[in-house]
């Protein structure tokens, strides 16, 4: 959708709260399926440095006085406002050569990364702005000195860097992680279609749902951004392995330690196990991922197959099979209904694929389509960025050096055979690391052999067969809850992966001391800390709870007739709960021992508060362990306490977390754990 004013718009920079254009001449976008000029762009003359440390003062001061949860429900609002207007996207999206199919991926995919980070954070993080992380460590006998790790925001800005071929998605899976961890972030979007984040970013800030600072866009070179970077920035780059070993080795980034976290080029495998013959479901989910994997963004995909590795005794039935799948794809303009197959996002780019195919028939020959024509359904192959899908088969895979190392951005693939599974994986690793492989088989012993050997040299593999065909999200799909990164030349870097992402924007410290002082930093009690029992603490809203409420209560004994009454009860009739000869052979026990759900049962009726109050629910228990054999005979106390709250924003209740904690007679540790409920805020209530 073209804006109100005659001709291309002039993409503006939003710096320092303000947007701005560049000085000088501007560079011209062209439509990637029709040549005509879309945009303007160029950045020469606008001050990087303040905008760094405008990011740094403003946003990142502004993100901090949140909690995890308020920043996650900015990106759920901004997340559904988007999903409204996302028509206006697609259409801006025809200009790159993408489908709508294509778009889908990056703009209704770019939405639901956001969405799905902002649900999981809540999910997975406290409502607070510190993340402790792992378990108390006690470094005293009498708990008096203890430590724990926790995660804080990163006190400057996150850079990222991303690629032309994912420009909604590539900035959205980014800035989520960014922003929910308090990171501000500066996007800068690869240039030629710098149009599309440009507009989305506009929407965004026009919502005024971020605080200032927190969101900049850089549109046109990068200049001397890294010039200005500190020890507390990160940077993100997508694109090139040459252009990102550079920006790895730029000064600012080595002197001051700036995590860089790098997704480059990667020559992705598909494997066909040697079970999969031409009969085999197998077989042929392995043809139709390859020619999605071609043909989606016209092969313009970090993630796409690049090697088609078959068995050798397959490679004629796959040539012929994946040859005809690739004649039947129409290509032509984006908009068309019937295009399979759209443009390369420039005509330059598809000069840059057809010298990289001439590279590749150094090792490979060509089985299917002509890198120099191409049978349009619709467009220009004059004007547009078309291309026909290219398959080739290498005449020796192992000795062959280019078609292991030059990947042509573009619908290209080439075939090579194996004759063992190990040659396989020895074939897929020759990429040198890459973000994704596949294995398509039914065996579940080449499922073990081939996915253990392919792991250290990726980043995921998804295994394809008939039994996940209906479900599976495909070989190129990256998922925002699992890690998109690769080893290598894929650039050793790792993105998304749920809450995993966030924490890269984190610092992790170790934090010691006194367990009443740790217990105000980490927001959770710790074992020594001050405690208070004058009341019930089921009796207690969360308004009025208080880390380390408590209440301790027993003993009960344990007789043989609690524990046979159980078992007939619930039909847990385990040996060493009913045979004293079997339990003595047992050389954990010395004769029959209670449950272990026995004694949390009775636990629990030791410290309920029964009649109705601020407690909600019980929802769960976590890290449960038995740790001393209960006897005939032995009486159990338990001690339960406040060891967590977690407010529910826009709810009128919140989670609390209880440390149990059951002892024996001897005062030993029996059992220990957590005890999740759900508690109002208010009681009763308003």
Known sequence: MRDEITGPRRLESYLAGDWRQGQGAARPLHHAATGEVVA?????????????????????????????????????????????MKE???????????????????????IGTLLTFASRARREFPNARVIPEGPVEPLSGDDSFSAQHILTPRQGVAVHINAFNFPVWGMLEKIAPSLIAGMPCLVKPASQTAYLTERVVRAILDMEILPEGALQL????????????????????????????????????????????????????????????????????????????????????????????????????????????LSRLAVGLPEDEATRIGALVSLGDREGVRAQVAALRAEAEIVSGDPERVELASGSAESGAFMSPILLRARDPMGA??????????????????????????????????LVSSLFTADPGVAAEVVTGLAPHHGRVLIGSRHSAKSSTGHGSPLAPLVHGGPGRAGGGEEMGGMRGVKHFMMRTAVQGAPELLSAVTGEWAPGAPTREDVHPFRRPLSELRLGDRISAGPRQITRADVEHFAEFTGDTFYAHMDSAAARENPFFDDRVAHGYLIVSFAAGLFVEPNPGPVLANYGVDNLRFLTPVYFGDALSVTLSCKAINPRAGADHGEVRWAARVVNQNDELVADYEVLTMVAKDWPPA
């Open 218 to 325: 850089l549109a046109g070179g990068a200049g001397e951004l890294l010039d200005h970077l500190d020890v507390q920035d990160v940077v993100t780059f997508t694109g090139s392995a040459a252009t990102g070993q550079k920006l790895r080795a730029h000064p600012a980034v080595v002197a001051n330690s700036v995590p860089f976290t790098m997704e480059a080029d990667s020559l992705n495998a598909a494997i066909l196990g040697p079970d999969a013959g031409p009969e085999s479901p197998e077989f042929d989910l392995f043809v139709r991922e390859v020619a999605r994997e071609m043909s989606v963004k016209a092969g313009q995909k970090c993630t796409a197959i690049r090697r088609v590795i078959v068995p050798r005794a397959r490679e004629e039935a796959l040539a012929q099979a994946l040859s005809e799948r």
């Open 88 to 110: 206006v996207f697609y259409q801006e999206n025809f200009w790159t050569g993408a489908t709508r199919k294509d778009g889908w991926i990056d703009i209704d995919g770019g």
């Open 401 to 434: 050096h280019a078609v292991h190392d030059i990947e042509a951005f573009g619908p290209v693939a080439t075939l090579m055979a194996y004759d063992s599974p190990e040659e396989a994986v020895a074939l897929a690793a020759k990429g040198k690391g890459s």
């Open 40 to 84: 303007e762009i160029g950045a020469e003359g606008l001050d990087l440095g303040e905008a760094l440390a405008w990011g740094r003062d403003q946003g990142g001061a502004a993100l901090r006085a949140q909690t995890l949860h308020e920043r996650a429900l900015m990106l759920k609002e901004i997340g559904l406002r988007l999903m409204e």
